[in-house]
């Protein structure tokens, strides 16, 4: 089975360590291929960024139009090869098609964004701050810039930063979650045609090892991570230990309040697709729904009709709805916590449990499941689940509902679904989150605009996406500068 080999300095190099782990496709447990993991990695790391660093003074250099003409042709090939990736993307981590095509268009969006990069850059400038004396801001790029990702979306989420990091004038280093390197090694493999100059963009493969390796590195200057809280605090804090900037987007659960006056037929349509889309693997899936005043049940009986008409089965299927979940340890924690949710007290009205897809029986495939009257004071409800399971609470009021959402503590998204104009701008301004849904499922902001996790969802001040991309990938230098009328000499 091909082991996958890194992208260093402009060519694909095998790495140092020869222990790899393989690499599964979710429905059906093909082995697609072998990623490097295991302390060598560091090896890896070493060359990777002493390339970047190699190319960071020259292409810091180049003026910031040129920088994005790269992108500009990335955006293209991105389009022409947009199916092929799409297709990679199902197969190592189990989501539709459609899903997956979704996912590369968000990407691109990103590398359109950047692509306005020499305005985004563009700084401030007080002439006369004092008499003969002007005063501006230079926005310079940081230097060697590294990505560690999550596996849940593949193709998307090294684009929150990487088309930004190398239009600002940085160098780059991607490692790709080893569940699925392979979407972003044939991304890399397009990114060759762009004509960016050797060593600006690299890609290394490896788990654990490999990010210290990165975090620990001298010559690494920025860090953007997105995964799970408890891997992001530790990337936050061991980053910040060794100098660097460290932007860190972590885990989630996210409420969703339903008001009675909200439309019945789009409110159950946009909370299904939002708690079973990706089988629930987003960082912005919905998971505890808080049905206000639910008079006979009217809502919860929309949900659970919606629910249930749900298709599961291979992402590459048009008819399906929802793909596997990524991993077999995956599959068995979801169960578990389902079995927890009905220990606490919960009522399983759909039990997504023993799902058996023909054709793709070893498949890890759970339907969609809905826990009703989930207890306040459990552990599930407080759990980020990553699977397709629905929670229902029951709360009487409005207030009690934002009481509620405000304390998760996670806060990367909460959604309001309502008719009301006074309701909806009370839970903008009061939910303790930081993207905000008003009759939105998925809260994600589009690439002009910060994704703005909150609480344990995100470590650090600057977000991704947008301007604070720009901010974030550069370093600000205030010039002031006295030339004073009466040094000018007569010519
Ligand atoms: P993860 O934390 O297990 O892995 C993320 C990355 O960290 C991978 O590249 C992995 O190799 C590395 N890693 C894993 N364990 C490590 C360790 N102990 N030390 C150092 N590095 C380590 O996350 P995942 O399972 O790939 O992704 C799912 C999680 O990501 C969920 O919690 C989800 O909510 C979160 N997520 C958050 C966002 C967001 O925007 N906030 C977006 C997507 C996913």
Request: negative net charge; proline residues 5%.
């Amino acid at each position: 089975m091909e082991i996958l080999k890194n992208y260093v300095n402009a060519g694909w190099v095998q790495s140092a360590e020869s222990e790899s782990i393989t690499v599964i496709n979710p429905a059906t447990q093909e082995r697609l291929a072998a990623v490097p993991y295991g302390p060598a990695t560091g090896i890896d790391v070493d060359q990777a960024v002493k390339a970047a660093a190699s190319a960071a003074a020259s292409w810091a250099e180049t003026p910031v139009m040129q920088r994005v003409q790269p992108l500009f042709r990335l955006k293209t090939l991105l389009e022409n090869h947009l199916h092929e990736l799409a297709e990679t993307i199902t197969q190592e981590s189990g989501k539709t098609k459609a899903e997956a095509l979704g996912e590369m268009q968000r990407a691109i969006e990103n590398v359109e964004t950047a692509c306005a990069t020499p305005l985004l850059m563009q700084s401030e400038f007080s002439e006369n701050i004092a008499r003969g004396v002007d005063e501006f801001v230079i926005r310079q790029p940081l230097g060697v810039c590294v990505c560690i990702a999550p596996f849940n979306f593949p193709g998307m989420i090294p684009f929150w930063f990487l088309p930004y990091a190398i239009a600002c004038g940085n160098t780059f280093v991607l490692k790709p979650s080893e569940k699925v390197p392979l979407t972003m090694q044939k991304v890399v493999q397009l990114m060759e045609q762009i004509g960016l100059p050797k060593g600006v963009v690299n890609l290394v493969h490896g788990g654990k090892e490999t990010v210290d390796a990165l975090l620990e590195h001298p010559l690494v200057k920025a860090v953007s991570f997105v995964g799970s809280t408890q891997v992001a605090r530790y990337v936050y804090a061991k980053g910040a230990q060794h100098g660097k900037r460290v932007q860190a987007q972590g885990g989630a659960k996210n409420p969703v309040v339903v008001l009675p006056d909200a439309d019945l037929d789009t409110t159950a349509r946009i909370i299904t697709d939002s708690v079973y889309g990706c089988a629930g693997q987003r960082c912005l899936a919905a998971s505890n729904i808080v049905l206000v005043d639910d008079q006979q049940g009217r809502v919860k009986e929309a949900l659970y009709e919606a629910a249930k008409s749900r298709v599961t089965g291979y992402g590459l299927d048009e008819q399906v709805d929802m793909g596997p979940v990524i991993s077999t340890e995956s599959k068995a924690r979801i169960e578990n916590l389902i079995a927890l949710g009905k220990q606490e007290g919960a009522a399983l009205l759909l039990d997504g449990r023993q799902a058996s897809i023909d054709g793709f029986e070893q498949g890890n495939f759970l339907k969609p499941t809905i826990l009703a009257d989930v207890p306040l004071d459990g552990k599930l409800i407080k759990t980020e689940i990553f699977g397709p399971v629905m929670s229902l609470i029951n709360l009487p009021t409005v207030d009690e509902a934002i009481a509620f959402v405000n304390k998760n503590q996670y806060g990367n998204m909460a959604c309001l679904f309502t008719s009301s104009g006074a309701h909806a701008r009370k839970f903008r301004s009061e939910a303790n989150a930081g993207n905000i849904g008003i009759n939105i499922g998925v809260a994600a902001p589009m690439a002009q605009f910060p994704f703005s996790g909150w609480n344990d969802s995100f470590f650090g001040d600057l977000h991704g996406q947008g301007r604070h991309a720009i901010e974030f990938f550069t370093q600000t230098k205030v010039v002031i500068e006295r030339w004073p009328k009466e040094w000018s000499r007569k010519f």
